[in-house]
């Protein structure tokens, strides 16, 4: 979606920021009214203009929206971690014995296609009036799946991936909320004999994802990559991006969102110039 578009554009531009390009001051002007501000501050300025656009959105009722929240924020806290790396990074193993970056995205993007697919599995069931299955067969979800051995080292198309999969888990819930099914029958199923509730299962994503987070944070110690002053500022405006997606989501997913970011756009410039 243009939102990520924008977003991701915004935190490409703070990455690439030079070391000196965080000193200094800037003028800050609002409302008819001006001050001085570090730059270094400033730039930290920039998650409080999402986070204004974010409360600009009005919610709708519904608890899908809510659940996906969760999901989008983990996402992109996940999301800026990797922009900045490099393939030759991502495919390296950390340490002995250790999940390389691409195998620990593997599993995850792995996972939550295997997630996606049994929501959708659910939700023709419920489309077509049936009752809900407590158990999928696991050959019927591996033909749904994408497949393939291969692991991707590239960050782009590992970010593209995960992108894709957290706005199709999205809209299953979404559907199954509509059709007043994400907590009857409880039919879903944890690791256990015991079914839990389909609202269960976002919860879940987004605390997978919140695992695997601090596992490539690790992962990056062990290589000896400390996070920069600019990767904090990245890491800090992402999360305010995150809560803006999570509040386009609660409001219905209305149309020009993305207009949202222009705030913090004019502000980095304002910052930098």
Known sequence: MSLHRRADALLQ??????????????????????DDFSRRHGLYMISELILEGADKLTPMEGEAAALTGHVVRAAW??????????????????KAGEWSIAQAMD???????????????????????D?????????????????????IAEPAA??????????RGGHAVAELDALGLLYEPEVGFNRG??????????????????????QLEK???????????????????AGAVGELEAAWWRSGRPSGVEELMASAEQHLDAVLA
């Open 13 to 34: 531009r703070i990455l690439g920021l030079a070391d000196e390009q965080l000193e200094g001051d800037f003028w800050w002007r609002r409302g008819g009214q001006q």
């Open 77 to 94: 806290d996940l999301r800026v971690l990797l922009l900045p790396l490099s393939a030759e990074l991502v495919g390296r193993e950390p």
């Open 107 to 129: 599993h995850i993007l792995g996972s939550q296609e295997f997630w996606d697919v049994l929501f959708e599995i659910w939700l023709e069931q419920g489309r077509r009036g």
């Open 131 to 151: 009752a809900l299955a407590f158990r999928i067969g696991g050959k019927e979800i591996a033909a749904r799946q994408s497949g393939g051995e291969e692991l």
């Open 158 to 167: 590992i970010i593209a991936e995960l992108e894709e999969l957290v706005t």
């Open 193 to 214: 004999p015991l079914p839990v509730p389909l609202a269960y299962y976002p919860r879940r994503w987004a605390a997978h994802l919140r695992e695997h987070t601090v």
């Open 219 to 237: 992962s990056l110690a062990w290589l000896g990559v400390e996070p920069s002053e600019q990767q904090r500022i990245a890491r800090v405006t």
